[in-house]
C-alpha cells in the first residue's frame, strides 16, 4: 500500500509542477491544489496511519503502550482549512484580474496598473 501512495504522491506532485508553469492562472490553481493534495497524502504517509486498525500501539507481550500520534491528523486538517483558503482567495484575486484585463494569460499581463 505504501507504493502505491508512493506512486500516487509522486504523480501528484508532477501534475502540480506541471500545471504551475503554464501560462493560464486557472492551470496555476489547479497545480497549487494538486501540491497540496500531494502534501497532504504524504504526512498522511509519514504519520503510519493503517485502514480498520485502533490507533493503540500494542508493546511486547500484548500490554497497550499508548495511542498512535495524532499530530499527523491535526496537521492534515490545518492544511486542508488553510489550502482552501488560499484557494478561494486566488480565485477571487484570479477573478479580479481577469475583469480588469480581459485574460488569463499570464505572459499577456504587461500592465499591472488599474484604469
Known amino acids: 500500500m505504501d507504493i502505491v501512495l508512493a506512486i500516487t504522491i509522486g504523480v501528484l506532485v508532477a501534475a502540480g509542477i506541471y500545471m504551475i508553469q503554464r501560462r493560464s ?14 502534501v497532504n497524502l504524504m504526512i498522511f504517509t509519514l504519520g503510519r496511519v493503517t485502514r480498520g486498525v485502533p490507533p493503540i500501539i500494542h508493546g511486547e507481550h500484548g500490554l497497550d503502550v499508548g495511542a498512535a500520534d495524532p499530530l499527523p491528523q491535526a496537521l492534515i486538517l490545518t492544511a486542508i482549512v488553510i489550502g482552501f483558503g488560499v484557494q478561494a482567495f486566488a480565485i477571487i484575486l484570479i477573478k479580479r484580474v481577469y475583469s480588469v484585463f480581459q485574460t488569463d494569460n499570464i505572459d499577456t499581463l504587461v500592465n499591472t496598473d488599474f484604469e
Do not use: D, E, Q
Not at 492562472?25 to 500531494?38: N, S, T
Open 25 to 38: 492562472f486557472v492551470k496555476l490553481i489547479l497545480g497549487i491544489a494538486m501540491l497540496g493534495h500531494a
